[in-house]
Structure formats: structure tokens, C-alpha cells
């Protein structure tokens, strides 16, 4: 039992540590210009929302287009990876398509810096006309977190009982109807796995963003810089969006928290 608290607290506290940036954030978007001008360890307190007000439009900011560009991008993101790793995952385990090699070259590319495409993306994008366009960032994290979404559905796949898919061959069905009635149904936790992952992934994704955006695209990430002014730094301002801007990801992850687990330890032992 001792043991177990032991555990317990010092799980909470590592836990409170990650907290605080956000607990500071939430902080500060709360408190006056006038108290947090006078410095970070004051702990006179007011509770104030105007600063939230600021970051929805009171001030003139774009903070709505810059969530909704962010909402856009990260669910596109997710489809479109599902839509393209699943399908490529199928074929690797189950049709031989490329062999060991290729999740191999996979997660070569999943652990090389994603500054090593800024420019080909860059050039690439500009020859199509899409800069700062969503579909620019869509592309390009689902190249990023695609990777991932291959490691994780082949885990899955290679857990799954081949003798399932073969009844269905032996009753007619098709490639494309065993992956649409069978195999997608069977992948539940791996789907939520990948598409958590990939949400959090491209919602706080910067370095695309501010290379392939300029005004039209931005999402919240490069957004928040312009909080930043000639006559100052908005702290609060940024603080309240920042708070707004974790939301989305913090509810998803929560909602799909227990298929998460199981997604990402599919094929932890068989494999």
C-alpha cells in the first residue's frame, strides 16, 4: 500500500510539473495588463476575461480564422492519413507489397528532422500554387504522420487472424470489401490511436506552418505571434489564447484516451 502511494504522488507530481506552463498560462490570461506588468510572482489576483475577449476579435485579432484553419488542417490531416496509411498498411503485411524494407524506411523517415523538407516542400508547393493554402499543410503532415500511422496499423493488422480474411475470400469477397467490412471494423483502437497521434501532431505543428503560410492558412500556432506588437507584448492576450488554442486536443485525447493504449501497443508482442 505504501508502495502504491509512493507511486501515486510521485506520479502527480511529475504531472503538476508538465502542468505548469499551461496552469501559468491560465494564470496570467486571467490577471490585469497593470498586475502582470508588475511581474510573474506577484500573486495579487483579479479575475479578469477581457484578455479572452481580446483573442476572439474584441481587439481586432483573427484568432477565429487562425482555430478554424487549425481545426481544418488537423482533421484533414487525419483523414487523409487514414484514408492512404491503412490501405498501404494492408499491402505491406498481408500482400507482401515492399516487405520488411519499407517500415523500415518508414521509420527512418518518421525520426529525420522535418526541417530536412521544409524547402523541397516549399518549392514544391509554389510550382502548385498552394501556398498558404490548408491543403499545402494538409499534405505535408500527412507525409510527416504518416509514417507513424504505417508502424501502427501493421502492428494491428499482424495481430489479426489471417483465417478471418480468408472465410471471406473463400465466400467472394474482394480485397477492397475484406478491408471495408472486415478488417476496418476490426482496427477500432488502432484508428483512434493514429488519429489522436496525428491530430495533436499537426495541430501543434509550427515549423510548416510558418514556412507555408502567410495570412490565409495560419493556424493558431504562428497566429499567436501576432499578439506581438510595436508597442508591446500582449501577455495576456497570448495567454488566453493559448489556453483556447489546447482545447481542441486536450477534449480529443481525452475522449479517445482508452483506445489509445491498445492502438499503440498492437503488435508490441506478436509482430
Known amino acids: 500500500m505504501k508502495k502504491g502511494w509512493g507511486t501515486t504522488l510521485l506520479a502527480t507530481c511529475v504531472v503538476f510539473i508538465f502542468l505548469v506552463p499551461l496552469l ?3 494564470y496570467t490570461s486571467l490577471r490585469t ?11 495579487e489576483f483579479d479575475s479578469n476575461f477581457e484578455h479572452y475577449k481580446n483573442a476572439l476579435g474584441a481587439a481586432g485579432y483573427d484568432f477565429p480564422s487562425f482555430f ?4 481544418v488542417i488537423s482533421l ?5 492519413t487514414i484514408l492512404v496509411s491503412f490501405p498501404a498498411s494492408y499491402a505491406i503485411v498481408r500482400l507482401g507489397f515492399g516487405g520488411p524494407w519499407l517500415l523500415r524506411l518508414a521509420l527512418a523517415l518518421r525520426i529525420t528532422p522535418a526541417i530536412f523538407f521544409v524547402i523541397p516542400f516549399y518549392k514544391l508547393f509554389t510550382a502548385y500554387q498552394l501556398i498558404d493554402h490548408p491543403l ?11 509514417t507513424l500511422a504505417l508502424l501502427v496499423f501493421s502492428g494491428a493488422i499482424k495481430e489479426m487472424p489471417i483465417e478471418i480474411e480468408e472465410a471471406a475470400a473463400v465466400d467472394g469477397a474482394s480485397i477492397w470489401m475484406t478491408l471495408r467490412r ?3 471494423p476490426l482496427l477500432g483502437p488502432g484508428m483512434a490511436a493514429v488519429g489522436v497521434l496525428t491530430f495533436l501532431f499537426s495541430w501543434s505543428d509550427y515549423l510548416f506552418a510558418v514556412v507555408l503560410t502567410s495570412s490565409e492558412a495560419t493556424p493558431v500556432t504562428v497566429g499567436a505571434a501576432n499578439f506581438v506588437t510595436s508597442y508591446g507584448v500582449r501577455w495576456g492576450d497570448i495567454s488566453a489564447a493559448v489556453c483556447l488554442s489546447v482545447l481542441p486536443p486536450l477534449l480529443f485525447a481525452t475522449a479517445a484516451q482508452k483506445f489509445l493504449v491498445k492502438g499503440l501497443s498492437s503488435g508490441a508482442v506478436k509482430g
Open 24 to 26: 501559468g498560462a491560465f
Open 68 to 71: 478554424r484553419n487549425s481545426v
Open 182 to 184: 472486415i478488417v476496418f
Open 76 to 80: 484533414g490531416t487525419v483523414l487523409l
Open 33 to 43: 495588463d497593470e498586475a502582470i506588468a508588475s511581474g510573474p510572482f506577484v500573486w
Open 136 to 146: 499545402a499543410l494538409i499534405l505535408a503532415n500527412t507525409f510527416i504522420n504518416m
